[in-house]
Nanobody
Framework: VQLQASGGGLVQSGGSLRLSCAAT????????MDWYRQAPGKQRELVGS???????NYADAVKGRFTISRNIARNTVYLQMSSLKPEDTAVYYC??????????WGQGTQVTVSS
């Protein structure tokens, strides 16, 4: 299983970015796909998830600003980020989970929001 995250970069406060995570070697449609982030000196935190049934949920800090979606035909999950704030600066990771035992991580992509 491989998860390849991309789309990070430097953006001004109030701007937008879209992250992508392409999955290979797994049955993508059966996975719960998550986005996490880790800021310097902080623990990794869950940003949001999308279930195999397409149900999404988000951390309170990003609710209303971030949207997770997926394209099953392309085995890709997206994180659309809008109204970005400096506190959104972090390395963003995608994660795939199958039940309680099988978990896979992507390599992370840096998002930097300047004030």
């Amino acid at each position: 299983v491989q998860l390849q995250a991309s789309g990070g970069g430097l953006v001004q406060s109030g701007g937008s970015l879209r992250l992508s995570c392409a999955a290979t070697g797994m049955i993508f449609s059966r996975a719960v796909m998550d986005w996490y982030r880790q800021a310097p000196g902080k623990q990794r935190e869950l940003v949001g998830s999308i279930t195999s049934g397409g149900i999404t949920n988000y951390a309170d800090a990003v609710k209303g600003r971030f949207t997770i979606s997926r394209n099953i035909a392309r085995n890709t999950v997206y994180l659309q980020m809008s109204s970005l704030k400096p506190e959104d600066t972090a390395v963003y990771y995608c994660h795939a989970g199958f039940g309680s035992t099988d978990h896979y991580w992507g390599q992370g992509t840096q998002v930097t929001v300047s004030s």
